[in-house]
């Protein structure tokens, strides 16, 4: 399914190829990973987890990610894990993040080759180490003058303020500043600690969690809910329970069903339990309701494939008959117009609007 287009995107591509040491072009594979769970709400996307794409001849298809600062995006402030894997043996992890103001970018111009304090092993003689490579603090920062609050500060590079957020660009964090941690750690108990010595502690807000409030809305339950927009189901939908529709009014429709390539509901029910049929191609065409207590009719024409049953009768084995029962309750007044057909004692009787009776098939 493709990623909805409200959503931004980054189309990330190789840019030069993937060499090895001696310039052999990399095979193997490239994984990019992003949260386990992100959502985007206003266009219901639900994304995470990881792509994988082979290098081939040292490069690899390019790939459109959602952008990690997309409008809406939740968890904000992520970044992409991106692992290379080659055939030959090794491989690198490095972190990146897509922001959708550059709808495009190449891998080589974005990949921080050395984050951190690289990743190589220098050799070299005991006898050349110096005081600077190891970090030593300088001759006059002695332990005596760690006990000396504004000395430590200054020798240990931290300005003039109590505390300095890990990550944080240079310069000083003033007291009482609530700064947050700006590196991609896991945060710990505690956003950060103030110059005064306060705590203050997480909330779900401050990692972009998914509360149970915010799920509640934006997602059925399994114990149920309501949907108020129109619900597609691309398979079968099984009903254990049965299934109860309330239209507003009588006259609305209830129920619908098409085959595919229709034009026109083939089945309908209405809200008074009216139930229409048509050929799909054109207007329904007949109906059946009820029009009086006890009373059921249709508008059009009623055929019978192999018998009618009136009452309890028996058929008797016929196909193509009508089997009526004697009458439980003999007419007696004149019907207004035509007649009536009954049968009594065995006999087939007709009472026409005279009163007349007339015995169609004497007993």
């Given at each position: 399914?493709?990623?909805?287009?409200?959503?931004e995107?980054?189309?990330?591509?190789?840019?030069?190829?993937?060499?090895?040491?001696?310039?052999t072009?990399?095979?193997?594979?490239l994984?990019?990973?992003?949260?386990?769970?992100?959502?985007?709400?206003?266009?219901?996307?639900?994304?995470?987890?990881?792509?994988?794409?082979?290098?081939?001849?040292?490069?690899?298809?390019?790939?459109?990610?959602?952008a990690?600062?997309?409008?809406?995006?939740?968890?904000?402030?992520?970044?992409?894990?991106?692992?290379?894997?080659?055939?030959?043996?090794?491989?690198?992890?490095?972190?990146?993040?897509?922001?959708?103001?550059?709808?495009?970018?190449?891998?080589?111009?974005?990949?921080?080759?050395?984050?951190?304090?690289?990743?190589?092993?220098?050799?070299?003689?005991?006898?050349?180490?110096?005081?600077?490579?190891?970090?030593?603090?300088?001759?006059?920062?002695?332990?005596?003058?760690l006990?000396?609050?504004s000395?430590?500060?200054?020798?240990?590079?931290?300005?003039t303020?109590?505390?300095?957020?890990?990550?944080?660009?240079?310069?000083?964090?003033?007291?009482?500043?609530?700064?947050?941690?700006?590196?991609?750690?896991?945060?710990?108990?505690?956003?950060?600690?103030?110059?005064?010595?306060?705590?203050?502690?997480?909330?779900?807000?401050?990692?972009?969690?998914?509360?149970?409030?915010?799920?509640?809305?934006?997602?059925?339950?399994?114990?149920?809910?309501?949907?108020?927009?129109?619900?597609?189901?691309?398979?079968?939908?099984?009903?254990?329970?049965?299934?109860?529709?309330?239209?507003?009014?009588?006259?609305?429709?209830?129920?619908?069903?098409?085959?595919?390539?229709?034009?026109?509901?083939?089945?309908?029910?209405?809200?008074?339990?009216?139930l229409?049929l048509?050929?799909?191609?054109?207007?329904?065409?007949?109906?059946?309701?009820?029009?009086?207590?006890?009373?059921?009719?249709?508008?059009?024409?009623?055929?019978?494939?192999?018998?009618?049953?009136?009452?309890?009768?028996?058929?008797?084995?016929?196909?193509?008959?009508?089997?009526m029962?004697?009458a439980?309750?003999?007419?007696?007044?004149?019907?207004?117009?035509?007649?009536?057909?009954?049968?009594?004692?065995?006999?087939?009787?007709?009472?026409?609007?005279?009163?007349?009776?007339?015995?169609?098939?004497?007993?």
């Amino acid at each position: 399914m493709p990623i909805p287009a409200g959503v931004e995107t980054v189309t990330l591509s190789p840019g030069q190829p993937l060499v090895l040491p001696d310039g052999t072009l990399a095979r193997g594979r490239l994984t990019i990973t992003a949260p386990d769970l992100v959502t985007v709400a206003e266009d219901d996307l639900i994304t995470g987890g990881a792509v994988q794409m082979p290098i081939t001849d040292g490069v690899f298809a390019d790939v459109a990610l959602v952008a990690t600062d997309a409008t809406g995006i939740s968890p904000t402030g992520w970044t992409y894990t991106v692992t290379a894997e080659f055939t030959a043996g090794g491989g690198w992890t490095r972190y990146i993040a897509l922001p959708k103001n550059a709808p495009a970018v190449k891998l080589s111009d974005i990949l921080i080759t050395d984050p951190v304090e690289g990743q190589h092993a220098a050799l070299v003689a005991l006898s050349d180490i110096t005081a600077g490579d190891i970090g030593a603090l300088a001759a006059a920062a002695n332990l005596a003058d760690l006990t000396n609050a504004s000395t430590a500060r200054t020798n240990l590079g931290l300005g003039t303020a109590a505390t300095r957020a890990v990550g944080a660009a240079a310069g000083t964090v003033a007291a009482g500043d609530d700064s947050r941690l700006s590196d991609a750690r896991t945060p710990t108990a505690h956003k950060s600690t103030h110059a005064t010595g306060g705590t203050d502690a997480l909330t779900p807000a401050d990692i972009g969690a998914l509360t149970q409030a915010l799920a509640d809305g934006r997602y059925l339950l399994l114990t149920g809910g309501s949907v108020s927009g129109a619900l597609t189901i691309a398979g079968l939908l099984s009903l254990n329970g049965g299934a109860t529709a309330t239209v507003a009014n009588a006259a609305a429709v209830a129920h619908a069903v098409l085959a595919s390539g229709d034009t026109f509901d083939r089945f309908r029910v209405y809200g008074d339990g009216k139930l229409e049929l048509g050929p799909g191609n054109a207007a329904r065409d007949t109906n059946l309701y009820r029009s009086a207590a006890d009373v059921l009719k249709t508008d059009d024409t009623f055929h019978i494939t192999v018998n009618l049953r009136i009452n309890t009768t028996s058929m008797g084995g016929g196909v193509g008959v009508i089997g009526m029962a004697n009458a439980t309750t003999v007419p007696t007044t004149n019907p207004v117009g035509g007649g009536v057909l009954y049968p009594e004692g065995g006999a087939l009787k007709w009472r026409g609007s005279s009163g007349t009776v007339t015995v169609i098939a004497p007993a």
